[in-house]
């Protein structure tokens, strides 16, 4: 072996190690550029935004006045007569999808319309095609803690 060989060995881990360092950065990427394509989900800039109001008390008006409720939360047997006039519904976060129009993926408080205090909160995901609403699946019913906690200040 002469000088320059072994030199150039000396070279190799840190080219080793450049080449993965490389190929981690790259991998990284991929998996950042798959979260960000179109046609995935993204949250909703403004939960307070008047479309998202409005889809969120049809969700409300859907669970309430519905003969059959869809999902049998724990939360509906504290409303008497499951009124409207007594609950609001306030988002806590949203996630929206454009398609042939959205899916809209939400997380739902149901709070008491006289002290504004969170009784139930559930998931719920929604199809707004151009303005006719349709929820699509009644998700699961979570916490009142746990829906604050998901919200973007």
Same mark, same amino acid.
């Given at each position: 072996?002469?000088?320059?060989? @072994? =030199?150039? /060995?000396? $070279? ?7 080449? !993965?360092?490389?190929?981690v950065t790259e991998h990284d990427e ?29 969700? @409300? =008006?859907? /669970?309430? $006045? ?7 939360? !724990? ?5 008497p007569g499951h009124s409207t006039n ?68």
């Open positions: 072996f002469s000088v320059l060989s @072994l =030199s150039l /060995l000396a $070279l190799l881990p840190f080219d080793c190690y450049g080449i !993965t360092r490389n190929m991929k998996q950042r550029d798959r979260r960000n394509m179109p046609g995935g989900y993204f949250p909703v800039a403004d939960v307070n935004d008047p479309r998202i109001v409005t889809e969120a008390n049809f969700v @409300l =008006s859907e /669970l309430l $006045l519905s003969d059959e409720p869809p999902r049998s939360y !724990t939360f509906l047997n504290a409303l007594s609950v609001t519904v306030q988002v806590a976060k949203a996630l929206e999808q454009v398609v042939a129009g959205l899916n809209v993926r939400m997380i739902l408080m149901v709070n008491d319309a006289s002290t504004q205090k969170c009784i139930g909160a559930f998931a719920v995901s929604i199809y707004d095609h151009f303005g006719v609403l349709t929820v699509t699946k009644w998700n699961k019913e979570t916490s009142c803690a746990h829906a604050l906690e998901s919200m973007d200040y």
